[in-house]
């Protein structure tokens, strides 16, 4: 999954979860301390790709270019299938040309955030490029080490008793400001020897032992220390050192934003100019009265207060910013794709820090994100991909507008026949404007009908890898033969409290977008549109869910886990929920006075329509929203079946389970859409169940060829 996909599929869960960032993810991955390798290959015969080759594909997971703009520090993970577990490896490469990536070992286990995926972690240089620190567990608990950019032994930094769970190195390279884990104050003998009074505030899909919920949302806090680097000592912070602190790490203060402010404007990300002037800052948009679209624009404010300065009116994606080095500019990465006409969507921008226009300050083919910036402001090192291309370690020069490879991480792609893609844009009945990449087969023979699979629920220049999840291989699938499209969901429309007509457009416009795409591909004589499937995770899987429930366009379709959007989850769900779905228009009992909304929504309410083979790969901390329909389906002998993987949450880690989804997924379309099997004798007991879940299939569409009446298109 691209960092795209990955913030997108955050910004969901931050209107919907609210998850807590400081505790760790519950993990039952493996980690081994051999360090990842980069290894040389050379260009020889092309062969189809395959899941494992996905499985192995190596990730960034952080990097940092030297103040000196000398060299660029990265870190890499990597899959184990063999083990269940994973590798990492912190490197070192030179910004000259043909420099050679250096491997400084192990960077230590993966940093695991609160839905379970490996989060990027920027490695921090010392001022003089010298030195490298970073956050690794190998004592029990997290802390900071270091190591020497020539290489060596790393050596431990800072031995506090609990978690540091993120550090800043201070301007002059003396001192680590931590963020450190403060002992809980909740007695938790206490808490087991007495009933607790269920408030609502737990919410299901956690994975997480009640207990541990309970103490979690009773708070979970954090307090800052400092280690002197020069005298090797380590104490709790003073107020006035905690202030320094907030400044680097841009916590605003009262005097800039009130605590009303920042949670009824969403305000989000501020950063501090050098001069200490001004701060910018993200607001997330939600209001219809502000935008039309949940956005994320930039605002400007002196820190003394006063006037608030927007600086990207009409932006629909902004991620990483920064201030200039002389506090008189602030650069950002804009990302258009809705636009059909702009040929680089992925932009670096700048505005002067007294507002006014942006101007274009970089663009190039593919997908440009995590930069780094050196003390000069003008070379950044960055990643870069494009759709047939996994991510590689990349320069910029602002002053010359060069941007060239330094590393490749996965040299053996260059070995692997993948299918290039192609932008396809359409517009559905209300007018919104959607777009994906479509992928054809290998060997695609022209004039020939693909069967389709569609993956969601973000499309962008990036490479197109397994969807939103990484459960669904892209390429893998047109190595088998079929046509793939990576089919985005489109702007996420605001609307007013209680409006459902408005709010159900979350749904119904990319199902929309979809009728107009599969029909567009059939009249350019790509697809056959009676062989069709659908896949997706999070609000992919929403989208699953009411596609089938809704139309009658797919064959066999495959969720990633539960959309979570019947009565059922309702009841489970507790107060953030009810307010979720009061907000949805959505509110009260379900059978009561929005009894004809949940109808008009539900999935499970609709599964008599439901004429699709339905294949769920759930983690064992989300298959329970998605009973209600599951069960449906299997009541009224619908073809269903359900997966459950054990320790697991929203995003699925564990090498082995990836590899197993990527494989059954393709068996999964290649039964109901080719009608082809995997001779392979493990599988027997695979085909026994398809064979017979197909056999009652078929005697349902018989009786349902006179009865069905499909619900209402909104």
């Known amino acids: 999954?691209?960092?795209?996909?990955?913030?997108?599929?955050?910004?969901?869960?931050?209107?919907?979860?609210?998850?807590?960032?400081?505790?760790?993810?519950?993990?039952?991955?493996?980690?081994?301390?051999?360090?990842?390798?980069?290894?040389?290959?050379?260009?020889?015969?092309?062969?189809?790709?395959?899941?494992?080759?996905?499985?192995?594909?190596?990730?960034?997971?952080?990097?940092?270019?030297?103040?000196?703009?000398?060299?660029?520090?990265?870190?890499?993970?990597?899959?184990?299938?063999?083990?269940?577990?994973?590798?990492?490896?912190?490197?070192?490469?030179?910004?000259?040309?043909?420099?050679?990536?250096?491997?400084?070992?192990?960077?230590?286990?993966?940093?695991?955030?609160?839905?379970?995926?490996?989060?990027?972690?920027?490695?921090?240089?010392?001022?003089?490029?010298?030195?490298?620190?970073?956050?690794?567990?190998?004592?029990?608990t997290w802390q900071v080490w270091r190591w020497k950019r020539e290489g060596g032994?790393?050596?431990?930094?800072?031995?506090?008793?609990?978690?540091?769970?993120?550090?800043?190195?201070?301007?002059?390279?003396?001192?680590?400001?931590?963020?450190?884990?403060?002992?809980?104050?909740?007695?938790?003998?206490?808490?087991?020897?007495?009933?607790?009074?269920?408030?609502?505030?737990?919410?299901?899909?956690?994975?997480?032992?009640?207990?541990?919920?309970?103490?979690?949302?009773?708070?979970?806090?954090?307090?800052?220390?400092?280690?002197?680097?020069?005298?090797?000592?380590?104490?709790?912070?003073?107020?006035?050192?905690?202030?320094?602190?907030?400044?680097?790490?841009?916590?605003?203060s009262a005097k800039m934003f009130t605590p009303k402010e920042i949670e009824e404007q969403h305000i989000m990300g501020v950063k501090i100019s050098p001069d200490g002037k001004n701060v910018v800052f993200q607001r997330g948009l939600t209001d219809p009265s502000e935008s039309a679209w949940y956005t994320y624009p930039l605002f400007l404010k002196s820190t003394r207060g006063g006037e608030t300065i927007p600086l990207t009116p009409g932006a629909y994606y902004v991620d990483q910013y920064w201030w200039s080095p002389d506090s008189k500019q602030i650069y950002y990465t804009e990302y258009k794709p809705e636009d059909p006409k702009d040929e680089h969507p992925s932009k670096l921008m700048v505005v002067a820090s007294t507002g006014g226009k942006p101007r274009v300050v970089l663009e190039s083919s593919g997908f440009l994100w995590q930069y780094s910036?050196?003390?000069?402001?003008?070379?950044?090192?960055?990643?870069?991909?494009?759709?047939?291309?996994?991510?590689?370690?990349?320069?910029?020069?602002?002053?010359?507008?060069?941007?060239?490879?330094?590393?490749?991480?996965?040299?053996?792609?260059q070995n692997l026949q993948l299918g290039p893609a192609q932008r396809i844009d359409v517009s559905g009945k209300s007018g919104d404007q959607l777009w994906g990449h479509f992928v054809l087969p290998l060997n695609y023979e022209e004039g020939k009908h693909y069967p389709l699979i569609v993956t969601t629920y973000r499309d962008g220049d990036s490479f197109l890898r397994g969807g939103v999840g990484d459960e669904y291989p892209i390429q893998v699938f047109a190595a088998n033969g079929f046509a793939v499209l990576n089919f985005d969901a489109g702007k996420t429309p605001t609307y007013k409290q209680g409006d459902f007509e408005t709010a159900i457009r979350w749904w119904s416009s990319p199902e929309e977008g979809l009728e107009a795409a599969i029909k567009k591909l059939a009249e350019m004589g790509l697809v056959d549109s009676s062989t069709l499937g659908i896949t997706g995770l999070s609000h992919g899987g929403e989208m699953v869910e009411y596609a089938v429930s809704h139309t009658n366009l797919f064959r066999a379709a495959i969720e990633s886990s539960a959309g979570g959007r019947d009565p059922y989850f309702f009841y489970m769900g507790g107060k953030f929920w009810y307010k979720w779905f009061a907000d949805m228009g959505l509110g009260g009992w379900p059978e009561g006075k929005s009894a004809e909304n949940w109808r008009k929504l539900s999935p499970a309410l609709n599964a008599d329509r439901i004429h699709t083979a339905l294949l769920f790969n759930a983690p064992d901390s989300e298959y329970i929203p998605g009973l209600q329909l599951f069960t449906s389906l299997e009541q009224l002998g619908k073809p269903e079946e359900m997966f459950v993987y054990a320790s697991e949450l929203h995003i699925k880690n564990q090498p082995k389970h990836r590899y197993e989804i990527y494989e059954r997924n393709l068996d999964w379309f290649k039964f109901w859409l080719k009608g082809e099997e995997d001779p392979d004798a493990a599988k027997a007991e695979q085909y026994k169940r398809w064979r017979e879940l197909r056999t009652l299939h078929e005697e349902n569409e018989k009786k349902a060829v006179t009865t069905d009446a499909r619900p209402s298109q909104r």
């Open 373 to 413: 910036v050196d003390h000069s402001g003008q070379l950044l090192a960055c990643t870069r991909e494009n759709t047939t291309t996994p991510p590689e370690v990349a320069l910029a020069d602002l002053s010359t507008g060069e941007v060239r490879t330094l590393a490749n991480a996965n040299p053996e792609f």
């Open 153 to 252: 032994r790393p050596v431990q930094v800072t031995h506090i008793e609990h978690d540091v769970h993120s550090f800043q190195l201070s301007s002059d390279g003396t001192k680590l400001f931590l963020t450190v884990e403060k002992p809980s104050a909740v007695d938790r003998k206490q808490l087991t020897e007495h009933g607790i009074l269920y408030d609502g505030t737990i919410q299901e899909g956690s994975g997480k032992p009640f207990l541990d919920e309970i103490i979690e949302a009773r708070g979970t806090d954090t307090e800052v220390w400092v280690h002197d680097l020069l005298s090797d000592r380590e104490h709790k912070a003073t107020e006035e050192e905690s202030e320094v602190y907030c400044r680097s790490k841009y916590v605003p």
């Open 1 to 140: 999954m691209s960092h795209f996909e990955n913030v997108l599929v955050l910004c969901l869960i931050w209107f919907t979860f609210q998850s807590s960032t400081l505790g760790q993810s519950r993990n039952e991955a493996g980690f081994e301390t051999t360090p990842v390798e980069i290894p040389i290959v050379k260009k020889t015969s092309t062969r189809p790709i395959t899941s494992m080759d996905l499985l192995r594909l190596r990730d960034f997971h952080g990097m940092q270019i030297s103040p000196d703009g000398k060299h660029v520090a990265f870190v890499l993970g990597e899959a184990v299938y063999e083990t269940n577990s994973y590798r990492s490896g912190l490197f070192v490469v030179g910004v000259e040309k043909d420099s050679k990536p250096v491997s400084l070992g192990t960077a230590g286990p993966p940093h695991w955030d609160e839905i379970n995926q490996w989060w990027p972690e920027d490695p921090q240089w010392s001022p003089d490029s010298k030195f490298i620190y970073y956050r690794l567990k190998n004592t029990g």
